[in-house]
Every structure is written in structure tokens, then in C-alpha cells.
């Protein structure tokens, strides 16, 4: 396939089972469109292979649309034949993997099981008494994360035990998304990154010969663009009654970001909204994020949106659909969208800086080995106000700490924000040592702050530079 992009470690790691004789067998898992089925349609070029995706039908048609895919793959030459039941069709594609290596995909699993409770167990016996003994790489894969969490991975699963890996695919990181746009400005990567949160299909729409303007104006301001109904789609797929669902993403998306102050907004139950949230957390849509250092503490949950596209859409696209939908939507975009598209990139900017602290320390670029970051958030007991630290490195092992701040403005990082910076060192845990002040920018720095860095353990880190241009 041409065009594809990254996920080198994961094909890797699949081409070592490949390598390996006997029975294979890994789990793939990821939320829509993060590209499961391009990544497995990549790996098996070259290869012996029975693909088959399963529908929202029933078992009959499901076992009827595999039993061709396994007789043009294995026997074309047997054309016609049927499988009366999975127990056939699956010792006829075990005896054909005796002794060739042959690769079974079921992609969209979740459907062919909920649609026949037992497959999980003939796939089970099946795997013990016969699939063992061949050369079979086994591959279940779904969309579906808590299905495929509880009912294939858990221990409670008739095939717990089975799995030789599991793969849970997840978004592009901000450096892999750009690959998508390898000749747009380190600000355009970072936009086109920020309004896709790094999921594959959305990426893979992005024309490089428009602008990033023009690219978004068809994408997600034209209601003939894919991104314009996208959110609701995916919600359509996920859930059955999306009203409440759209309802709280609405909320979160707003600035509520406690239960109660979701449940007052959406006048829904607290406890409707608690499983609602956590069903949007399991997908990927939401995430409960904790003040670090402070997880225990339970008055510091919080709720957002993990998933950049839907905060963008809620922003900046459901609330505008009538101008859009009269055809008018570059006008919007132009007055309303575009003017404010550095503010609605600090949060993600927050989260491309946090990765790039996390990859600064594992490359030994740091004082100190960051494994873990994470944001903070609380009371100022000097100033008694509520503040916050953008980027927060710790090095467990060693009790040591790096504070970040991060600016995607128009506009130079100066000594007022690290003096900022430099007062809220003592609200974290008192346990950690600050070695540095990490100070990432879009428009560059005072020549204050680059005079000062090494004498204030100070690194400033221009946008450019996060993308490997100094």
C-alpha cells in the first residue's frame, strides 16, 4: 500500500510472531479510525492471509461471509462450498494451516461474537485441540475497547491464556502526525495535530498541496466535509442513546469538568452522568484527569476531553451549523474560528509539551529520568488562588522534579511568566527536588530569558525545536 505512515513498532512486533513457527495469536484493539485495519491490510502484503471484517448482522450471514472469504484465500477451486456451522469452517481453515503459515484476521470481532454468544468458546476449543498443533497467526480485532478488554482479554474469557500479544492501538503522538504534512510550518503540524488528536483516517484527508485553511474549511466548515458530522457519527456507533452522551460532551466541552457540575448543566442524574462518563472514558472520548502528585485526593478529578477532534467540532463546529449549513462557512471560519485557534491550542500545546518532556528525559537530555508527567492543579496557599502548572516530569525513583509553562501566543516568553513559574515550585509534593524549568514557546523568548538559562536552570524550547529543528 502506498502512502503509509508509522507504526513501525507495531508491525515489527508483528513480523517477529510472523517469524516464529507454531500457532500465533494477538489481540488488536483501538478506538475508530486510529487504523487497525490499515496497519493489519499492511502487514499481511506478501502474505498468505483470510481477511474478513465483520458486520452488524446475524450469525448465519456473519459465518456465511467468512466461509467465502476462507474459500477464495484457501480453496478458490471449491468455490460454492458452505460451512454449515464455525465448528466446520474453522477445522477446515485448521487443516489447511498444518503446514503452510497462514494468517486469520477478524477484524470488527465484537460483532461475530455478541451475535453468537459461543464463538468465544469454539474458538477456545478449537485453539486447544486443533490450531496449536498448525502454523496459524491468529488476529481479533475490534473497535469496540470494553468488549474486546472484558471479553477476549480478561480472565474471565474463554480464551484467557491464548493471546501470544496484544496490540492497543492508539493515536499518532504529535512527531507521527506530522509525517501526514511533512511540508507544512512547525505551527500548522502542531494545528493539524491538535484538530485530529493524531487519529489516522482524519490525518490521512489532509490535502498538502491546499493550505492549512483550505483543509479545514473542507473538512470540518462545509457540510459536505467528512469532519462535519464525524463527532456524531462516531457517537451514532458507540452508543444508543446519544442524546445524553452529546449532552455531556457538550458540558465538558463548555468548562465543566466535575460530575455534579455536568449533572446541573445536563439536568441528567449524577448517576446517569458517572456511567455516561465513564463509557466515554473507555472509548477514548473523555479522559478523568488527576492533579499529579496529588492522585489521592479526591476533590481533584476532573473531567476533559481526551480526544482533540471532538473538543475542536464542540468549539468550534456544533454550535455554527446554521451558518455552515448555508454555505458560509469559510466565512466563519475566517471571523470566528481562525482569530481563536491559538487560544484553543493551549491545551494541546500542554500536551505535545508533557510527551516531549516525557522523550526529553528518556533520552538523558534532563537532570534527572522523567517516567512520569502530568499537570497540577490547586490552591496557592501564599497567594489563596487557584493556580496550575502546565507540565509537571518526575523522576520517582530519585525524587526529582521538572516544572514546564507553555505559551502558543503571538508573542515572546518573558521574565514575568518564568518568575510565575518559579514561585509555584513548592506546590507539588515537597518530596521532589526541582532540577529544571522547562519554558516551551511558539514566538520565541526575551533575550532576559536566554541570557539567564544557565544560570536559572532554565531550558527554552522554541515550537521548531520540538519538531527536531533547532
Known amino acids: 500500500m502506498c502512502n503509509f505512515i508509522g507504526r513501525k513498532r507495531e508491525l515489527d512486533a508483528m513480523s517477529d510472531l510472523y517469524n516464529r513457527p507454531g500457532f500465533q495469536m494477538?489481540?488488536?484493539?483501538?478506538?475508530?479510525?486510529?487504523?487497525?485495519?490499515?496497519?493489519?491490510?499492511?502487514?499481511?502484503?506478501?502474505?498468505?492471509?483470510?481477511?474478513?471484517?465483520?458486520?452488524?448482522?446475524?450469525?448465519?450471514?456473519?459465518?456465511?461471509?467468512l466461509g467465502n472469504r476462507v474459500i477464495e484465500a484457501l480453496a478458490p477451486e471449491m468455490k460454492g462450498l458452505s460451512f454449515q456451522s464455525y465448528e466446520q469452517l474453522f477445522s477446515f481453515v485448521g487443516q489447511r494451516c498444518c503446514d503452510e503459515r497462514i494468517i486469520f484476521i477478524i477484524d470488527e470481532f465484537p460483532y461475530m461474537a455478541e451475535a453468537d454468544k459461543s464463538l468465544l468458546s469454539v474458538i477456545q476449543k478449537h485453539i486447544d485441540t486443533e490450531w496449536l498443533q498448525g502454523n496459524m497467526y491468529l488476529f481479533?480485532?475490534?473497535?469496540?475497547?470494553?468488549?474486546?478488554?472484558?471479553?477476549v482479554l480478561s480472565e474471565k474469557s474463554p480464551l484467557f491464556g491464548r493471546r501470544t500479544s496484544q496490540i492497543a492501538l492508539k493515536p499518532f503522538n504529535y512527531l507521527e502526525a506530522a509525517e501526514f504534512v511533512p511540508n507544512y510550518s512547525a505551527v500548522d503540524k502542531a494545528i493539524v495535530y491538535g484538530v485530529t488528536g493524531g487519529i489516522a483516517k482524519y490525518l490521512s484527508l489532509f490535502d498538502?498541496?491546499?493550505?492549512?485553511?483550505?483543509?479545514?474549511?473542507?473538512l470540518f466548515f462545509s457540510n459536505f466535509g467528512y469532519m462535519y458530522e464525524e463527532p456524531i457519527n462516531i457517537l451514532t456507533q458507540e452508543f444508543r442513546n446519544i442524546s445524553s452522551y452529546n449532552a455531556i460532551i457538550e458540558a465538558v466541552a463548555s468548562g465543566r469538568t466535575r460530575l455534579n457540575e455536568i449533572a446541573d448543566l445536563t439536568k441528567l442524574e449524577t448517576s446517569t452522568v458517572s456511567h455516561a462518563a465513564a463509557n466515554l472514558?473507555?472509548?477514548?472520548?473523555?479522559?478523568?484527569?488527576?492533579?499529579?502528585?496529588?492522585?489521592?485526593?479526591?476533590?481533584?478529578?476532573?473531567?476533559?476531553?481526551?480526544?482533540?477532534?471532538?473538543r475542536f467540532w464542540y468549539q468550534f463546529v456544533a454550535p455554527h451549523m446554521d451558518i455552515i449549513d448555508m454555505g458560509h462557512g469559510n466565512v466563519h471560519y475566517e471571523n470566528v474560528v481562525k482569530p481563536r485557534i491559538s487560544h484553543y491550542m493551549g491545551e494541546v500545546f500542554e500536551d505535545m509539551c508533557r510527551f516531549y518532556t516525557m522523550k526529553l528525559g528518556v533520552e538523558g537530555k534532563l537532570p534527572c529520568l522523567v517516567s512520569k508527567t502530568g499537570k497540577w492543579w490547586g490552591t496557592n496557599p501564599h497567594k489563596k488562588e487557584e493556580t496550575d502548572i502546565d507540565v509537571v516530569g518526575l523522576d520517582i525513583v530519585n525524587k526529582q522534579a521538572v516544572l514546564g509553562e507553555c505559551k502558543f501566543k503571538n508573542e515572546i516568553f518573558d521574565k514575568k511568566v518564568f518568575d510565575q513559574l518559579k514561585e509555584r515550585h513548592g506546590l507539588i509534593?515537597?518530596?521532589?527536588?526541582?532540577?529544571k524549568y522547562l519554558l516551551f514557546s511558539k514566538s520565541g523568548f526575551s533575550d532576559w530569558i536566554l541570557e539567564q538559562q544557565d544560570k536559572e536552570d532554565i531550558l527554552p524550547i522554541e515550537l521548531e525545536g520540538m519538531y527536531g529543528r533547532e
Do not use: P, W
Open 208 to 218: 498538502e498541496n491546499k493550505s492549512l485553511d483550505e483543509n479545514l474549511q473542507n
Open 281 to 310: 472514558v473507555e472509548t477514548g472520548i473523555l479522559k478523568k484527569e488527576y492533579a499529579i502528585t496529588d492522585e489521592s485526593n479526591k476533590k481533584k478529578v476532573r473531567y476533559g476531553l481526551a480526544d482533540h477532534m471532538f
Open 429 to 435: 509534593d515537597n518530596r521532589y527536588r526541582v532540577v
Open 140 to 151: 481479533l480485532c475490534g473497535s469496540s475497547v470494553s468488549f474486546m478488554e472484558d471479553e
Open 26 to 65: 494477538t489481540v488488536m484493539y483501538g478506538r475508530r479510525r486510529v487504523g487497525k485495519s490499515t496497519l493489519l491490510q499492511r502487514f499481511v502484503e506478501g502474505k498468505k492471509a483470510i481477511y474478513y471484517t465483520a458486520i452488524r448482522s446475524s450469525s448465519q450471514r456473519n459465518l456465511e461471509l
